[in-house]
């Protein structure tokens, strides 16, 4: 009985699957290299000396997909691949509305053809929008502010309603906050092929000499020095997230929903300070204009993934600039 992993090349998805490996768990991957490199294949199999199957497929691709299903044993399925962008997203929302929906149609139609009853979604804390306060509870009111955060919405929307046709399902909803840092042999991490987006993949590149400069992207917002909040999670234990998560869906039926985060907010001079003080390098940054859609503070309530999966994130802030650095540094 194996384990589908969707984009297990990609950053979560890569330390995700040594987890599984580590765990002695049957992997098959599907990835279509959209946004990561095939060498990562070969970096798991070496940090976790297993192997695994591997499709280079396109999960949206319904006549691929049945040839693994037909092929393999699938008892539940970890999907991370999508697009991810949230700039993207509002210039291009058919193709991220067509690609990660139509990718959801296809496997939860395989997963009733197969009789495979157990998934774990890669949901976002996007989905709860501008929150009234913080920490953020998983029973907030859900809204989106981009086409990315409402693929991610109406896919758990979607999983939800296919859990309540199919009682025996269970289905796992993860809400990921920030995931930074890399795994410590310095072999996978995060490595975006364009500018960075995201804060912490762009501060290593001001590190690294490939950017100038940081712009912070405001300093007007309602935390305390004015520069917007969020929780950061070592990407390694977001992973153990989903191991737990599968040991659920394996012993239960339901629709469970949980927030990965640390419950820690940490501004973004406060990650440019950590930063400089846990690597040593100077990081040059500006404060420019706000981005548009960014909220003030966001940072989880982690109480019900600790209940109910036992998960509580151990890195501090420390280990995952350095983790994150250690990776930029192995990979030059
Ligand atoms: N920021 C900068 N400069 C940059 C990049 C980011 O100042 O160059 C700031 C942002 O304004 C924000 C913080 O750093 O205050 C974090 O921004 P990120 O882009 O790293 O992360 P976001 O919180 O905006 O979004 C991330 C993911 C989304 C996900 C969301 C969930 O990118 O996919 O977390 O909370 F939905």
């Not at 294949?41 to 940090?47: A, E, G, M, S, Y």
């Not at 040839?67 to 539940?76: H, M, W």
Request: net charge negative; aromatic share 10%.
């Amino acid at each position: 009985m194996a384990i589908l992993v969707t984009g297990g090349a990609g950053f979560i998805g890569s330390h995700t699957v040594v987890q599984l490996l580590e765990n002695n768990q049957e992997v098959i991957i599907v990835d279509n290299f959209y946004n990561s490199s095939a060498d990562v294949l070969d970096k798991i199999r070496t940090i976790a000396n297993k192997d695994f199957k591997f499709y280079e497929y396109d999960i949206t691709c319904k006549e691929q997909m049945d040839e693994v299903f037909r092929d393999n044993d699938i008892e539940a399925i970890i999907h991370f691949a999508g697009y991810k962008a949230v700039g993207e997203s509002v210039e291009k929302p058919l193709m991220y509305y067509s690609n990660n929906l139509v990718s959801t149609f296809v496997l939860c139609e395989m997963m009733e053809k197969y009789g495979c009853k157990r998934f774990v979604f890669s949901s976002s804390a996007t989905v709860y929008g501008k929150p009234a306060s913080v920490p953020i509870k998983e029973d907030f009111p859900l809204s989106t502010t981009n086409p990315y955060g409402t693929t991610k919405l109406m896919t758990e929307r979607i999983l939800t309603d296919i859990q309540f046709a199919h009682p025996d399902w269970s289905i796992a909803l993860l809400r990921y906050f920030n995931p930074i840092g890399a795994h410590k042999s310095g072999l996978i991490g995060e490595n975006p092929k364009d500018i960075p987006n995201n804060l912490m993949p762009y501060i290593l590149k001001v590190a690294s000499g490939e950017l100038e400069c940081l712009n912070v992207f405001g300093d007007d917002y309602d935390t305390h020095d004015g520069t917007g909040v969020r929780d950061y999670i070592h990407v390694v234990d977001l992973a153990r997230g989903h191991v737990l998560a599968i040991n659920k869906v394996m012993n239960s039926s339901g629709v469970h929903i949980y927030n990965l985060g640390t419950g820690k907010g940490y501004s973004v001079l406060d990650i440019v300070n950590n930063f400089e003080r846990a690597t040593g390098i100077k990081i040059k940054y500006k404060i420019t204009d706000r981005r548009p859609g960014d909220i003030d503070e966001c940072y989880a309530d982690t109480a019900k993934a600790k209940e109910e999966l036992g998960f509580v994130a151990e890195a501090d802030i420390d280990e995952m600039c350095k983790d994150g650095w250690n990776f930029v540094m192995h990979n030059k």
